[in-house]
């Protein structure tokens, strides 16, 4: 994107993108930012196993908040600390600079990065990322506004308070990616399903079905979006179109 390798999240596949990263670099520097949205294991666990951070040449800047109960420092440290991992975050090779981020509007380079806090367990920041080419949107973890009313954080308000900051913060999230090119977002209950999963985790194994609902959805509303689910490996490229 404009010139800047950006990742986002460090799950497991992190590490096959770090083997292909240096195959594809070679001998030259390796220069990326990768942009954390939570601290649940299952987006910072491949961290510890990423190639890049091995190598003295390459810089690789993190960038993400704090959260209750841990600076974004003590997030990034705790995968690689004794006794989980031998070696230690700032035993690296690597240039690591972890950036705690403060601002809901910054740049990465010539990208502009937008985020947004969403609804889940413990906080997660959605990220909307702005190129010459287009916009990428990443919501990975979140859940519809509804539990907000259920969940603690509602507790001191009154019903009516509690549903007019629901829809208010529904109406945020859907400004926050109106328009973007490319989203990226978690979806993977049915209505049927979600009932019986609030604050729950991401296992299912309705994916295809879910899918061909969603493109009903689109077909019956006469847009052209398209719809895919998530798969390992899988590529979206976003062409830049030049107006003459």
């Known amino acids: 994107m404009d010139d800047e390798t950006i990742i986002l999240d460090a799950g497991s596949g992190i590490r ?20 954390i949205t939570h601290a ?36 990034i440290d ?3 600390k004794a006794p989980f991992f031998p070696i230690a975050m700032r035993e690296l090779s ?39 080419a287009g ?6 973890d979140h859940e519809p506004y509804e539990f907000f009313l259920h969940s603690p954080r509602a507790n001191h308000l009154s019903p009516e308070k509690a549903k007019k900051t629901a829809a208010n913060e529904q109406a945020g999230l859907i400004e926050f990616l109106n328009g973007s090119d490319i989203l990226i977002l978690d979806a993977q ?21 879910i899918v061909d609902c969603a493109r009903s959805v689109v077909r019956q509303s006469g847009k052209s979006l398209e719809i895919e689910a998530a798969r390992e490996g899988s590529e979206i490229l976003l062409e830049a179109k030049v107006l003459v």
Not at 53 to 73: H, L, M, P, V, W
Not at 189 to 209: L, N, P, S
């Open 78 to 80: 705790q995968p690689m």
């Open 189 to 209: 209950y049915t209505d049927e399903e979600y009932k019986r999963h609030i604050g729950w985790g991401h296992d299912d194994q309705m994916v295809d079905k």
């Open 135 to 140: 916009s990428v949107a990443f919501v990975p």
């Open 94 to 132: 690597g240039r690591i600079e972890i950036r705690k981020l403060s601002e809901m509007t910054f740049s990465i380079g010539k990208v502009q990065v937008h985020a947004a806090f969403v609804n889940h367990p413990g906080g997660c920041a959605g990220y909307r990322l702005n190129t010459s």
């Open 16 to 35: 096959p993108l770090g083997i292909e990263l240096v195959k594809e670099f070679g001998t030259q520097p390796i220069k990326l930012s990768l942009l």
């Open 40 to 75: 649940h294991w299952d987006h910072i666990q491949g961290l510890p196993f990423f190639k890049p951070a091995y190598d003295s040449k390459n810089q690789i800047g993190i960038f993400g908040f704090d959260e209750t109960g841990a600076t974004f420092r003590q997030i």
